[in-house]
């Protein structure tokens, strides 16, 4: 049984994202100490607005941030747009800036583009910002070959695999010091 629910965030829209994939794979590599929830409602959060920052919050983000705060950590996977955080992940974050769930959260994150180092840079400041623990010695980047990138393409890359399992297997480490 797992120890740990570790929440994984896409910040793609795109049916077939590679940073999605790569979330799916991780889960499927993910060690026995880690479960791996996939949240999937980025595309129904509506844009964020400090007036609505109210009780009753919009429900989506309900969802949000009851998944967040029952996680123990984050997995996030996000493509650079434009050298920088695409705008529906950053309204995403925008959403957990007030919230009482996410600051102290461990995060992880990965990249699937050497290439794209602008919006993982952005990426740790807005994170930094709402007082995430970003796990640096454990981000990784996996370069995958670009949109249309299926999870059996990468379970079937032994590089792929083995850098996931680290990462992960590194997770792991981070929450047992906790």
């Excluded at 747009?81 to 529906?88: D, M, N, Q, T, V």
């Excluded at 769930?101 to 740790?124: C, D």
């Excluded at 059996?152 to 850098?163: P, Q, R, T, V, Y």
Aim: charged share 20%; proline share 6%.
């Amino acid at each position: 049984m797992a120890e740990w629910r570790v929440l994984c965030l896409s910040g793609s829209l795109r049916r077939r994202s590679g940073n999605t994939a790569l979330l799916l794979a991780a889960r499927q590599l993910a060690p026995n100490a880690l479960a791996l929830d996939i949240y999937d409602g980025l595309g129904q959060l509506p844009l964020f607005n400090p007036d609505d920052e109210v009780d009753p919050l919009p429900a989506a983000v309900q969802v949000l941030r009851a998944a967040v705060g029952t996680s123990d950590a984050l997995l996030i996977a996000c493509p650079e747009y434009a050298h920088g955080i695409p705008g529906a992940f950053k309204n995403l974050l925008d959403w957990l800036v007030g919230s009482l769930e996410f600051p102290g959260k461990p995060v992880l994150l990965l990249n699937t583009s050497a290439r794209s180092h602008h919006a993982q840079a952005a990426l740790r400041e807005v994170l930094q910002t709402m007082s995430a623990r970003l796990l640096d010695s454990s981000c990784v980047t996996i370069p995958l070959p670009g949109a249309g990138c299926e999870v059996e393409s990468i379970l079937a890359n032994d590089s792929f695999c083995k850098d996931l399992r680290d990462a992960l297997n590194a997770l792991c480490r981070a929450l047992l010091r906790e």
